[in-house]
């Protein structure tokens, strides 16, 4: 992903880019389990928007990725391009699109994986910790170039992760299996020592610091590549947010995405003038993060600024209120709010891919589902 340069709205600038990058799992529309046509898949998809998509570690699944955006409406056009091109190419090749955090059905033995040193590498290290790391997650990229403030605006995201969590749960099955909660994805990050909220850090000599000594325990795989849920990119001029498994409809992806910007100027704004930030322990927000994966978005949440845990609902009006001015100023007020509003009504991607099971033939008409709403209006189901 590009991002191309802008001030920071935290600065008095316009609105800073956005760029998400989308994980999907290919799957089989006879028996609906994950197949390795990754390579396949985004070759035939790279004809129609070049670099935009790429094959993953695990060799049934495919990226999107947009170009850095400056509206809601430019960000939905891009995926929309890429989604299609990929739900095209999938179809073509025999196999279809799902966006889902796991798999919802798979066959024995681990994913294939693709042969590449980086892989190699990480299977050596974590041995059989990757033998179900075939997982999709939603990427949002922010432009915030400057990277001492990318690390002290990190500082007061890393409260909102569970609240990012439970908003976008969508794998409670895998392999199968209905597991109880409402973000396996998130549990099985969670086993990793260096995945999860980052560590408070003061500046961004100590967090280069710490991911040092993470990696010198061999807990992380590359000191320069940190995979925590927030990060400044290690090769783009954004902060990345990572928290989140992939959603199912296009227009929930949009509406988190100019969420997290709105965020991120917000708490850019709050560090610039030297707010540190709320300083919670990884353990408490693990443990948090942790219940959210459990629940998604039912019940209560870790309340970012008490601790305390509370009616989500009443979270999601508190969030939109402490970033309404940014959002007033992007034009981003009704997407985020539309999102809340569907996810009051609807429930989260866990609670509709259990209605699909309940209403239909099981986990096959899970897939059935996701693989509809993943093709939107631009491919059907095939």
Known sequence: MNVSP????????????????????????????????GPRV???????????????????????RTPPCGSARELRQ??????????????EEGVRLCASGTAVLQGPGPAE?????????????????????????????????DRELAVLTGNHLRPWLPLLIALSANSPYHRGCDTGYASWRAVIRSR??????????ASWQEHERLAVLIADTEAM???????WDLRPNPRLPTLEIRAMDVLQDLDD?????VLLRALVVTAAAAAEGGDPGPAWEGEVLRAACWRAARDGWSGEGFDARTGLMRPLDDLAGELVDFVRPALEDF????EVTALFRRLAERGDGATRQRAAATGGSGTAAVVDGLVSATAGSYGGQG
């Not at 880019?17 to 028996?31: A, K, N, Q, S």
């Not at 990793?192 to 850090?201: I, T």
């Not at 034009?331 to 009704?334: A, M, Q, W, Y």
């Open 6 to 37: 802008s001030p920071s709205a935290a600065s008095g600038g316009r609105a800073p880019t956005i760029g998400v990058e989308e994980e999907f799992f290919l799957v089989d529309p006879r028996t609906r389990l994950i197949v390795p046509a």
């Open 42 to 64: 985004a070759a035939r998809a790279a004809g129609a928007v070049g670099d935009l998509v790429t094959k993953e570690f695990a060799l049934c699944q495919v990226e999107g």
């Open 78 to 91: 891009e995926l929309e391009r890429v989604r299609g091109a990929l739900v095209t190419a999938a179809r």
């Open 113 to 145: 994986v693709a042969d590449h040193p980086r892989y190699r590498a990480g299977t050596l290290q974590y041995r059989s910790m990757l033998d179900d790391f075939a997982i999709s997650a939603l990427h949002v990229h922010v432009h915030l170039p």
């Open 192 to 201: 990793f020592p260096c995945l999860g909220p980052p560590p408070h850090a």
């Open 221 to 227: 795989l590359d000191a320069g590549m940190p995979f």
């Open 253 to 257: 992806t949009v509406a988190v995405a």
């Open 331 to 334: 034009g981003d007020l009704e």
